[in-house]
């Protein structure tokens, strides 16, 4: 029964994860169930049993490339530099996806996953550098305003993308930016 047990759960595994790959490739409106089932290696009654529908899969695609980013990105404490390195790798990885998922926020599911993406990011920014933001509620929130665009998927696509800048070069302008937006370099031991 174990083995049986343990069989099932790598398939849905397998299934959400193909969707997520798929997701990282092209338009999430483009990918069918038939594209899904191909990518696992399963048929597409086999997702069905599995999760009854598309928006079920979808839902389990969501809460699992939520905590892959979360994991991916989460801020190193007291170590911003590590922090932005972690963010870029992250952008790196999934800054195209990012990117689509933004392209196609009309639609309300998207919206929802776009929406929970500006939330996490603007958590992490005032976990990654709130030991450096002023304490008054008001200049803390203008402050983590600035530093969500110095450090939002935008700031890296136009470094990045369309600059053509290295990696190293776009985290030190992301850091510089940072530091501009903070009036104190967080980066210097």
């Not at 169930?33 to 049993?49: F, K, N, Y």
């Amino acid at each position: 029964m174990r083995a049986r047990a343990d069989a099932v759960g790598a398939r849905r595994t397998a299934i959400v994860h193909a969707l997520i790959d798929l997701a990282m490739e092209k338009l999430t409106i483009d990918i069918t169930l038939d594209d899904v089932a191909e990518r696992a290696g399963v048929s597409t009654r086999t997702i069905l049993r599995h999760f009854g529908d598309r928006e079920n899969l979808l839902d389990a695609a969501v809460r699992t490339g939520t905590a892959l980013i979360q994991a991916e990105r989460e801020p190193a404490a007291d170590d911003p530099r590590e922090s932005i390195r972690k963010l870029v790798d992250h952008y790196e990885r999934r800054g195209g996806f990012v990117l689509r998922l933004l392209a196609q926020e009309d639609d309300p599911r998207i919206g929802t996953i776009t929406a929970n993406g500006r939330r996490v990011h603007r958590e992490w920014v005032a976990t990654a550098f709130g030991r450096w933001m002023p304490a008054h509620p008001t200049d803390r929130e203008r402050c983590i305003d600035l530093l969500v665009v110095a450090t939002d998927v935008y700031t890296w696509k136009l470094l990045r993308r369309d600059r053509r800048l290295s990696q190293a070069k776009t985290e030190s302008r992301i850091r510089d930016l940072v530091t501009a937006v903070l009036g104190t370099d967080p980066f210097t031991p």
